[in-house]
């Protein structure tokens, strides 16, 4: 594993950290999730992130890593980055979702409680809020870190401008806002469209969510939607209308780039978004063990040469 700076704080992250977005919830099988968090950690991906919703059911991704945390990873929390995050909605009612004081609060006293945690490493507000002011949302996540609740700050799906007014509240109540966490991926580019200069002006780092769009930049796809992916799952963000020809197409293309450069399309999807400078870390999301080490695999070849980031982008944009 290498591990680089986050923007221009002092924490170092694994170039791949492991998201339990998907397959570490309760209607997924504790022993593969547990399994796949301990070939991470053996792999050194040290980073491990989550949100308060995560699941299905809400909070269950939150229990089952508390779980593995209170037993096989008990001693090694000094050697851990976790990070949590509100924002969607959690619970029913007025209070439980957005960006108020109220709900980010709550929601991360109830996420330290289901991960057994007196504090994480990271709490992000997981998206923008049309309606509540930024200034109370900047102002809970610094109480947050003043009270001991969090280390570091940051923000997922903000637009460049929200960005950089969050940038610049933070800066302004002294607290350690470090990260941004946005979508990113072959199929989803827009982060290009100058968020990543300003994750550069304000200093901090990106990590990117999806970077194999949800399992459509792998092989899974190639000759139809299996049952057990996460287009086939009734419960999964991906359908499997989203699996159109088109983008099957592109994909075959793509993977015959990857297997020219000696590695699994994933891989090669995984080491396109960590091109960047900006880009410190690419969460990666896994149903399997064999997968995390195929994410690894990425790391020992990032370059990419002039003509093929060319011939990636005729086929994108065909």
Known sequence: ????????????????????????????????????????FDQGVTHFDLANNYGPPFGSAEQTFGRVLSHELRGYR??????????????????????SRKYLIASLDQSLERMGLEYVDIFYHHRPDPETPLEETMAALDQIVR???????????????????????LKELGTPFII??????????????????????????????????????????????????????????????HVTSDKVAKVRQLDDIARGRGQ????????WTLRHPQVTSAVIGTSRV?????????????????????????????
């Open 180 to 241: 941004h966490q946005p979508r990113y991926n072959m199929f989803d580019r827009w982060i290009e469209d100058g968020l990543l200069d300003t994750i550069e002006d304000v200093g901090i780092g990106c990590i990117v969510f999806s970077p194999l769009a949800q399992g459509l930049l792998t092989n899974r796809y190639l000759s139809g939607v299996p049952a057990d992916s996460r287009a086939g799952k009734p419960h999964g963000m991906l359908r499997p209308e």
């Open 290 to 318: 064999a997968q995390v080490d195929d994410a690894v695999g990425a790391l020992a070849y990032l370059g990419f040469s002039g003509a093929e980031l060319r011939r990636i982008d005729e086929i994108l944009a065909a």
């Open 78 to 99: 000094d050697e851990l980055i976790i990070s949590t995050k509100a924002g969607w909605r959690m619970w029913p009612g007025p209070y439980g979702e957005w960006g």
């Open 264 to 271: 699994t399309l994933a891989q090669m999807a995984i080491a």
């Open 147 to 169: 009270g001991g609740k969090a280390l570091y700050v940051g923000v997922s799906s903000y637009k460049a401008e929200e960005t950089r007014r969050a940038g610049k509240l």
């Open 1 to 40: 594993m290498s591990y680089q700076r986050c923007g221009r704080s002092g924490l170092l992250l694994p170039r791949i950290s492991l998201g339990l977005w998907h397959n570490f919830g309760g209607v997924d099988p504790f022993d593969v999730s547990r399994d796949m968090i301990l070939r991470a």
